[in-house]
Structure formats: C-alpha cells, structure tokens
C-alpha cells in the first residue's frame, strides 16, 4: 500500500487513521474490528466477561473496546491451533519456508499500513514503526531460511547397527507480548516457532491489543492452516488460562521481572519448558578517550530515540530503539574527565528532540503508552529530585500545539545528574525517558558498579581503546554488549541477558 493520500482512507477493514501529515479536527479514529483470531478469523465474543476500553496514546482518545477472553475462549483457540499444528507439523521445511517467505514479502507490501497502525497502537513515531516492520519482516525470512535445514543426525553404532535421531515440533506454543513493540515481538516468537513446525497462541499486552491480529492475518492470507497463529485478548487472567492450560507445550514471555517468575511457576506445573526475556538496567560506559560525538549519539540511542545516528553503516534496517526498551543503557557512566563535556552536549541534543505527533515524519518522540505509566515515569523523577539527583533538562509534562494532542501521554526526556548507584532512578527499571549520568575514576570500579544490579541484559562501552573494550565486555555480566554503539539487533545474532533479565 502506498503513501495515504486522503484526509480519512480506510486501511483495514473497520478501521481508519489518518495520513501521516495532518489529523482530523474531528479525531474521527476509531477501530471496531474483533481483535481476537482463531480458527482463521477474527472473532467477536458475545459473552465476554470483561470489556474495557483502550486509548490512543498520542490523543489520549478511545481507540476500540477490548474483549477479554475466558477459559472457553481460551479453549477454542488452544483447539485451533491443534488443529493447525496437526497439518503443519507434517509439512517439510521448504513448505513451510514458502508460506513465511509469503507473509514477508506481504508484510514488506503493507509496511506503510501496519506501521501507521502500530503508532495508533502504542504513541512511538512512525519513523521508528517502520524499523520496527522492517525488523519484523527481516524476522520471518530469517527463520523460514532455518526452516530448510532442521534435520537429526546419524549415529553408527557397531555391529553395522545405527540409531539417528529425529527434530520435532514440541506443538502448541505460547507467546505472551509486551507493550513496547507489539507487532515484533509477536513476529520475533511466531517466526522460530511456526519454522520448526508448531503453531502459536498469542496474547498481546492490553495496553497494545491492535496490531498483533494483523500479523495472524498475514499468516493466513500467506496460506497457512487455520489456527496457525492465533490471538486471545486480556491481562492477567487470560495468560494464566494459557499458562495452565493442558494442551499448551511451552510458553515464551516477555515482560516484567515479577510477571516473569509467576509465569514460571505456573509453568513449572505442568512442566513446561519457558522462555522469559525481562526487564534490565543497563550500564553504559564511557571512557575518557572515547570519541565523544559519537558517545553523545549513543547515549541518546540508549535512552531516547531511534535517530542517534551511530556509525552503523552495516546495519539494515537502521537500529530500532523506543524511548521504552528494556535493553536501554539508562545507567550512563563517564568518565570523570569528561564529565562537563558531555554533559554540555547531551543535554543540549536532548533538548532538540522533537516530541509531538508520532504520524509525523519529523517527530523523533511520540507519546508514552498510557496515562498510568506517563505518571509512573513522571513519579520516579520526582524521587530522584528528592533523592538529590539535579535535573539538567526534561522530565515535565509536554502539551503539543496540535489541540487533537492535548490529552496525549507526553513527556520532555530528561537528563538527571549527581546520581548515586544507591537511588531509585538508578537501581530500578524505569521504562521511560530518562538518562541517569553517573561519573567514574577507573576501570576496575566502573566494573564492580555497572554489575552491582539484579538485572544483565545489555551493556554498552565507548572508547577508542579496543583491548580495554573487549576486556570490560568480558567482564560485564550481561547478554548483549556493544562497543561504541548501541541497541544493534539483528536477528541473526541472540539476545538474552543474565540474572533475573
């Protein structure tokens, strides 16, 4: 689909927004389409037992009515994907490989599309959505390639005997999403699963219930079986349902610390095998002789926006960072040399942040997903403030002109200085826009600082030194660790963190 030309162009079926240019005085956006799927469709409940409203984090606005499903809902969708798993499973890899290979290049035709959708879904910039679609795509392919190449080994034994064995599918998976990057993480768990051969039900946050249901759209619109990836609608309960549920084989969570454990437990029941990637607190580090620019950039890459323009040439698409990531480098340690510099210079890039209405192509910040968490993050500066963290810009409420915007989610970002390792905003995931600047003497202190978290699941470090790069990097209990940039994901590449990430 290409550029929306018309003031108000229906784009799906049910559901209209607005060109990336201007809004509606009216505000006229609105989505009445069932946001659950299964069994090839999506599906409205006549008898669901909660309904609850969702906004538009940008307007601040009604987007739709979410529908949250029960143990019979529940129950039909797990069937569903038995269903489709029984076909599926029994499909060779290059089968399967074709229909992924289908759904990305249908993806890569909406891109403009899902990723407008996205933006109405969650308040980050269209700029940004469109990595994030891009990623998703680059996702599937990725996996649809691995799908050709499973295979068991040959052992010979003696005696002219052998025995080999066999990869198979485990079956019915599920995957629960978070609200920072709902169409990607439901593509990033549905990829591995549906190439290896099993099939999927999906539960997005309540807060982002809309975009995921276009990816099971494009799944089936790609030729694959009915129930192939299916989406259930509701918070806690509803993931418990799954968690529990008997004919569920492995669940794959990504979200907070304490949601993470409790889906373990419930896991551990039925002994099924989990995947958690959860919160972090990481360090970023950067030495005195470092090139500054570029660490400036790096810094705001880890904790503001997509657009810090590291020197990453070799990365496509360009590296995707929400101002919510829970890889973000929030803990920026420098060193005490250069402190005033850069300082000077953050907080001046900081200030030239662009922040209004995500369908924007020149805003670099959208609005923060919801009401409740815009006071959260507002809250922790607050507690820095009396703390004794000194505000150097940001952290206020933000009005944009556009009167469509006024009730939006938005923030200034913020840049606190004078923070201790022993405060809030330093040892607690914020979520949000805010940079926490801690200053270092040496080496071997930065270390023993940046590790002292129950949270590893990425670092950063900038310096023009590369033996001391690659000797702090082996020392930094963390997943993910980058070396004069930051937040670089290709798919090909794991992520994963230490600790309770």
């Known amino acids: 689909m290409g550029p929306l030309t018309s003031l108000v162009t229906p784009c799906l079926r049910g559901m209209c927004f607005l060109p990336p240019t201007r809004r509606a005085s009216s505000g006229t956006m609105q989505i009445k389409d069932p946001l659950n799927f299964w069994c090839g469709s999506r599906v409205s409940l006549s008898d669901a037992k909660k ?20 143990a019979a809902h529940v129950d039909e969708a797990v069937r569903s994907a038995c269903s489709a798993f029984a076909a599926w499973s029994k499909m060779a890899g290059m089968e399967r490989a074709r229909i992924m290979l289908e759904a990305a290049r249908l993806i ?45 080994q040959h052992v010979q034994l003696s005696g002219g005997s052998f025995a080999y064995t066999r990869r198979e599918p485990l079956g019915v998976c599920v995957g629960i999403g978070a609200w920072n990057y709902p169409f990607q993480i439901a593509a990033w768990k549905s990829a591995p ?27 089936r619109q790609a030729g694959a079986p009915e129930g192939l990836l299916n989406l259930v609608q509701g918070a806690e309960e509803t993931g418990t349902l799954l968690c529990h549920h008997p004919s569920v084989a492995k669940v794959s969570f ?59 040439p070799w990365c496509h698409p360009p590296p995707p960072n929400h101002l919510q990531v829970c890889s973000n480098g929030t803990r920026v340690f ?48 607050e507690q820095a403030k009396k703390e004794g963290a000194r505000v150097l810009c940001g952290g206020e409420l933000f009005t944009p002109a556009d009167s469509i915007l006024k009730h939006g989610y938005y923030m200034t970002p913020c840049v606190l200085d004078n923070c201790k390792d022993d405060m809030t905003c330093v040892r607690e995931e914020i979520f949000g826009p805010v940079m926490s600047v801690l200053t270092f003497d040496t080496e071997e202190e930065v270390l023993q600082r940046s590790n002292d978290t129950t949270f590893g699941l990425a670092a950063g470090v900038f310096t023009k ?15 993910s660790c980058f070396i004069n940039n930051y937040n670089i994901t290709p798919v090909e590449v794991p992520f994963g963190g230490y600790k309770a990430s």
Do not use: W
Request: aromatic residues 4%; proline residues 6%.
């Open 51 to 70: 309904v609850e409203p969702v906004y538009e984090p940008a307007t601040g606005r009604v987007l739709c009515q979410l529908q949250h499903c029960g």
């Open 108 to 152: 890569e035709k909406r891109r403009e599309e899902i990723a407008e959708v996205e933006v109405i879904n969650n308040g980050k910039s269209i700029t940004e959505a469109r990595l994030d679609v891009d990623s998703a795509r680059l996702c599937i392919e990725y996996f649809a390639g691995l799908a050709t190449t499973l295979a068991g």
């Open 193 to 219: 699963a549906i190439a290896c051969g099993n099939s999927m039900v999906f539960k997005p946050s309540p807060v982002t219930p809309v975009s995921a249901v276009l990816l099971a759209e494009t799944y």
């Open 254 to 312: 990504t979200g907070s610390v304490p949601t993470g454990k409790k889906i373990m437990e419930m896991a551990a029941r039925g002994v099924k095998p989990v995947t958690l990637e959860l919160g972090g607190k990481s360090p970023l580090i950067i030495f005195e002789d470092c090139d500054l620019e570029n660490a400036v950039r790096g810094a705001l890459m880890a904790n503001f926006l997509s657009q810090g323009q590291l020197r990453v």
């Open 334 to 381: 420098v060193h005490r040399p250069i402190l005033p510099q850069f300082l000077k210079k953050v907080v001046r890039r900081t200030r030239d942040i662009r922040i209004g209405d995500p369908l924007l192509d020149d805003t670099r910040m959208g609005a923060l997903v919801s009401r409740p968490h815009l006071d959260k993050v507002l809250g922790y500066v």
């Open 465 to 479: 030194d590369i033996q001391r790069a690659h000797r702090v990097i082996e020392n930094l209990q963390a997943g």
